[in-house]
C-alpha cells in the first residue's frame, strides 16, 4: 500500500515533530498513496477532491494536514483566539469514532494544542454542549448532529471555521446526508479550505464538489479498489445446499483451517443471531453485528474486537433506507431451490424497522488484524462486496476473503466476478474446492447444532441483546432510579436460553478430523486471549502468523458422487 519509493517520506514533508513522532509510534513506514499526493498539496492549501478507497489511509492523508495546520495557527507569535476552526463530517457514528481515534492518535504528542471533539459518541445534544463550550479545535459529526447543534446555537461556525472535510462523501449522500450538508453550508464563511474524499466518483459527488469545492485539484491515484491477488486471496466457494454453508463454516473454524480473526456478513439480523448461536453451539464465541443495536454498542462491540477480546463478528451491513439500489431485485427463486428462511435482505419482515440509518459496518470501519473475511451470504452488490472484503488486508497485511454461494446466489455471485474480472476477464476469485465427504462426519454434530438454533432461540436472542440494553442504559438509570418496581421485574423477567448448548459439541475428537488433514489442523486448540497493539507492534504480529494462505492445506475437490444423481428417465 506503501506509495512508490520515489515520493518524498513524511519526514520531507514539513510536518510537526510532534506530528512525525506520532506517525513513527504508528508504525507508518511510508505515506501511502493518497497521502503521498494529498498531504503537500493540502498543506499548500489547496482544495482537494481524492479518490481514496477505504484502508488506503485516506484518514492520515487529511488528517495530518489538518492538525499541521491547527498546529501553525496556535504557534503565530500573535495569540489567537480558541475557536472551533476545522470540521470533519462523516456518515456514521462508528466511521466518527473511528476518524476520532486516529485523529488523537496522530495528535498524542500535541494533546494540548489541539483538542478533538467527539459528536459521534452517543450522549444526546445537551450532553455534548458543554464539549462544545470548550470550543474545541477539531469537531467530528454526523451532519446532522453537526447541524443540530448549530440550530441550538451551541456550535458555531461561521466565524471560525478554516478547514472542512468531508469524509466517505459517496456514502454521506447515500445515506440521505446531502439536505444536512447544504443546510450546513449556509452557517459557514465565505472562505475557508475543504477536502472532499469519496470511494467512489458519482454525480451526486460531483454535484457536491461544486457546492463544497473551490478551484480543487482531482486525486485518483492508481489504486485498485481492493489489494492485489498478492495481498487479498478471494475465494468462490460453491455450496449446494444451506446445510452444506453451516458444515463447511463449522469445519473451517473447528478444525483451525481457518486460522486469525474473522468476519462473517450475513443478509439479515435475524441470520446474524443464527449463525451466532450455531457457532456457540461449538463453543465458538461471536458476537453479533447489525443495525438493531444501539449506537454506543456497536461501537462497543468494534472496540472490543480491535482489543482482541472477540475473535469473531457475524454482521450484516444493511444499508440506511435512503440508499439506493444498486441493482434490480433478483429474479425469482429458482424451482427446486429451498428458499433459506432467513437469508434474503427481502425475506426480512423486519427491515427497516428500529433500525439506525446511520449504521455502517462494512464501510470505511477499521476492524483490526482481520485476517479473514467470509460473505456466508453474497453480497447484495458489488459495492457491498468491496465494502465487506475491504475490512482484510489493510494496509500491509495480507488477507482472505471467501464468498459462499448457493445456485440461487449464483447470479450475484456472477455478478461480483464480472465486476472485479482481471483486464483479460479473468475472474479475481478462485473456486476453493471441498471434498465434501472428508468433513461428512461433522455433518451430524451441524444438524444437531443447526437444529438447536430454532426460531424461538433467535427471536430469544434478540430479545436477550434488547433487554441486556435495557438494563444498561445510561438514559433509563434515572427512571429505574424512579421506579425501582420496573427494574426488579425486568431483571426478574423470565430467562431467555436462546439455545441450549450441547457441550459434547465443543469438542471434536480425533477420529472426526479428516485424515488428510491430521497434523494440519488444529482442532480445539486453547484460546489464546490477546490483547492487541496498534502500530509497528500489531503489524510484525501479523506477519509473524504467517503470510501464507491458511487455507491452502484445505485444497479437495467436490466429490460428484455426492451430487443429487439424476432422475431415471
Ligand atoms: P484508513 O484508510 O484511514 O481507514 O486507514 C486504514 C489503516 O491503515 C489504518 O489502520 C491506519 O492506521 C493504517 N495506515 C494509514 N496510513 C498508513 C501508512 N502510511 N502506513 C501504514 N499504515 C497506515
Excluded at 485539484?217 to 452444506?244: A, D, N
Excluded at 428500529?354 to 470501519?365: C, L, M, N, Q
Excluded at 474446492?433 to 455433518?443: A, Q, T
Aim: hydrophobic fraction near 40%.
Amino acid at each position: 500500500m506503501a506509495a512508490a519509493a520515489a515520493t518524498p517520506g513524511f519526514e520531507h514533508m514539513g510536518l510537526d515533530g510532534r506530528l512525525l513522532r506520532a506517525v513513527a509510534e504508528l508504525g507508518w513506514a511510508a505515506p501511502t498513496a493518497i497521502q503521498a499526493e494529498a498531504i503537500p498539496l493540502a498543506l499548500e492549501g489547496r482544495d482537494i477532491l481524492a479518490r481514496a478507497r477505504t484502508g488506503s489511509g485516506k484518514t492520515g492523508a487529511y488528517g495530518l494536514p489538518l492538525l499541521q495546520h491547527l498546529l501553525r495557527v496556535k504557534a503565530a507569535p500573535s495569540a489567537v483566539p480558541q475557536a472551533v476552526r476545522a470540521l470533519v463530517l462523516v456518515p456514521s457514528k462508528e466511521l466518527g469514532q473511528q476518524v476520532v481515534r486516529s485523529l488523537r492518535q496522530l495528535a498524542t504528542f500535541c494533546a494540548r494544542d489541539v483538542r478533538v471533539a467527539d459528536l459521534c459518541a452517543h450522549a444526546d445534544l445537551a450532553a455534548q454542549r458543554p464539549v462544545l463550550m470548550e470550543k474545541p479545535d477539531v469537531v467530528v459529526g454526523t451532519p446532522g448532529r453537526v447541524l443540530a447543534h448549530v440550530g441550538a446555537r451551541s456550535l458555531s461556525l461561521r466565524h471560525s471555521l478554516e478547514l472542512l472535510v468531508l469524509d466517505e462523501a459517496d456514502l454521506l449522500l447515500n445515506f440521505g446526508c446531502g439536505q444536512d450538508i447544504r443546510a450546513l453550508l449556509c452557517h459557514l464563511p465565505k472562505i475557508y479550505q475543504a477536502l472532499l474524499l469519496s470511494a467512489t466518483f458519482s454525480p451526486d459527488v460531483e454535484a457536491l464538489k461544486e457546492l463544497v469545492l473551490h478551484n480543487p485539484v482531482t486525486l485518483c491515484p492508481p489504486e485498485p479498489r481492493l489489494p492485489g491477488p498478492s495481498q487479498l486471496r478471494q475465494f468462490g466457494v460453491r455450496c449446494g445446499t444451506e446445510e452444506e454453508k453451516f458444515l463447511l463454516l463449522c469445519a473451517l473454524l473447528k478444525l483451525g483451517v481457518l486460522r486469525g480473526r474473522a468476519l462473517l456478513f450475513v443478509g439479515t439480523t435475524p441470520r446474524c443471531y443464527r449463525l451466532k448461536l450455531f457457532l456457540e453451539q461449538f463453543g465458538v464465541p461471536a458476537c453479533a453485528l447489525n443495525s438493531e443495536l444501539p449506537a454506543r454498542s456497536r461501537c462497543h462491540i468494534i472496540t472490543q474486537f480491535n482489543r482482541g477480546v472477540y475473535d469473531y463478528i457475524v454482521a450484516t451491513d444493511e444499508e440506511a433506507p435512503a440508499a439506493p439500489p444498486e441493482h434490480p431485485p433478483r429474479k425469482k427463486q429458482r424451482k427446486g431451490v429451498a428458499p433459506s428462511k432467513d437469508r434474503g435482505k427481502g425475506k426480512d419482515k423486519d427491515k427497516g424497522k428500529d433500525k439506525d440509518s446511520e449504521y455502517g459496518v462494512a464501510r470505511g470501519i477499521d476492524f483490526q488484524n482481520v485476517a479473514v473475511v467470509i460473505n456466508f451470504d453474497v453480497p447484495p452488490t458489488v459495492e457491498s462486496y468491496i465494502h465487506r472484503v475491504g475490512r482484510t488486508a489493510r494496509a500491509d497485511n495480507p488477507g482472505t476473503a471467501l464468498t459462499f454461494a448457493l445456485p440461487e446466489e449464483e447470479e450475484g455471485m456472477a455478478r461480483i466476478e464480472d465486476a472485479l474480472a482481471g483486464e483479460n476477464g479473468e475472474s479475481m476469485l478462485q473456486p476453493y474446492k471441498f471434498r465434501m465427504e472428508e468433513i461428512e462426519g461433522l455433518r451430524y454434530r451441524c444438524r444437531d447444532a443447526m437444529r438447536s438454533v430454532t426460531k424461538q432461540a433467535v427471536k430469544e436472542a434478540r430479545l436477550r441483546e434488547i433487554k441486556d440494553e435495557l438494563l444498561n442504559s445510561e438514559k433509563l438509570k434515572a427512571y429505574f432510579e424512579d421506579n425501582p418496581r420496573d427494574l426488579h421485574v425486568l431483571r426478574h423477567d423470565k430467562p431467555l436460553h436462546p439455545a441450549i448448548v450441547k457441550p459434547h459439541l465443543r469438542n471434536v475428537p480425533d477420529y472426526l478430523v479428516p485424515p488428510s488433514l491430521r497434523g494440519v489442523a488444529k482442532p480445539d486448540r486453547k484460546k489464546r486471549r490477546r490483547v492487541l497493539n496498534t502500530g509497528a507492534k500489531r503489524r510484525r504480529g501479523a506477519t509473524s502468523r504467517g503470510s501464507g494462505n491458511p487455507l491452502q492445506s484445505f485444497k479437495y475437490a467436490r466429490h460428484r458422487a455426492k451430487r443429487p444423481a439424476a432422475p431415471p428417465s
